[in-house]
């Protein structure tokens, strides 16, 4: 069975600091992708990066890198320079390679405070 | 291009009725996902279909619970009938098969409240 975890119900950070939202998984696919999406209070579900489990380097997409430490099965989404529009519901999220389907987390709340 | 697109936003309906969600997936995906969203249990997903075909529907609650994929561009998720336990955020999202990283692309969600 596939796992995420997502320790983090709720996180503060200030504005302009980098913060880390954290997420392990657990699979026993050889072959699989791990996503980040953010979902304001609005509701949408927005993509933010992806890694693959052979990709050799970390993903990096503008202000959002995912550390992907495979011996350790976790795939923590780093922001830097947080701004207030950063503020959200974030998911963590794996597919493997024998379906299509995401499987989430339970999420964590990101408050940026000024 | 015009991203996922759901009708209704929201939907107020009785214990007992019909109620009926739609999705149009962005223009040549080929997969076509259906997820819902609770307090209690998070995102789960319902059903998938791939080039109109449902491949695994057994996120589907109960058989009060229908998809179908008549075509490329359109989708709908039933409810007949409906229960207060079925209140929740239904999302739809496709889905490109050729891109390494699959990423799902999400419609704005159908707020689904039943009374």
């Known amino acids: 069975a596939q796992k995420i975890t997502q320790t983090q119900p709720g996180m503060f950070v200030q504005e302009k600091e980098a913060v880390t939202l954290d997420c392990t998984y657990d699979t026993s696919d050889p072959s699989y992708g791990l996503f980040w999406y953010k979902q304001p209070s609005s509701g949408e579900m927005i993509f933010l990066i992806y890694?693959?489990?052979?990709?050799?380097q970390n993903a990096t997409e503008g202000r959002y890198s995912l550390n992907f430490q495979k011996a350790r099965k976790s795939a923590n989404l780093v922001i830097s320079a947080s701004q207030l529009g950063d503020s959200a519901m974030y998911f963590c999220?794996?597919?493997?390679?024998?379906?299509?389907?995401?499987?989430f987390g339970k999420g964590t709340s990101l408050l940026v405070t000024p | 291009d015009a991203g996922v697109i759901q009708s209704p936003r929201h939907e107020v309906t009785e214990m007992g009725q019909e109620v009926t969600l739609r999705c149009k997936p962005i223009s040549g995906h080929d997969y076509l996902f259906w997820y819902r969203q609770t307090m209690m249990r998070g995102l789960e997903l319902l059903i998938y279909f791939n080039n109109n075909v449902p491949i695994d529907d057994s996120g589907m609650p109960e058989d009060r619970f229908s998809a179908k994929m008549p075509n490329a561009s359109f989708s709908t998720l039933k409810i007949q009938p409906s229960e207060p336990r079925d209140s929740a955020v239904y999302f739809c999202?496709?889905?490109?098969?050729?891109?390494?990283?699959?990423?799902?692309?999400f419609g704005p969600g159908t707020r689904l409240t039943v009374t």
């Open positions: 890694q693959g489990s052979y990709d050799q």
């Open positions: 999202a496709s889905s490109l098969i050729w891109r390494a990283s699959y990423e799902q692309y």
């Open positions: 999220a794996m597919r493997v390679s024998s379906g299509y389907a995401l499987n």
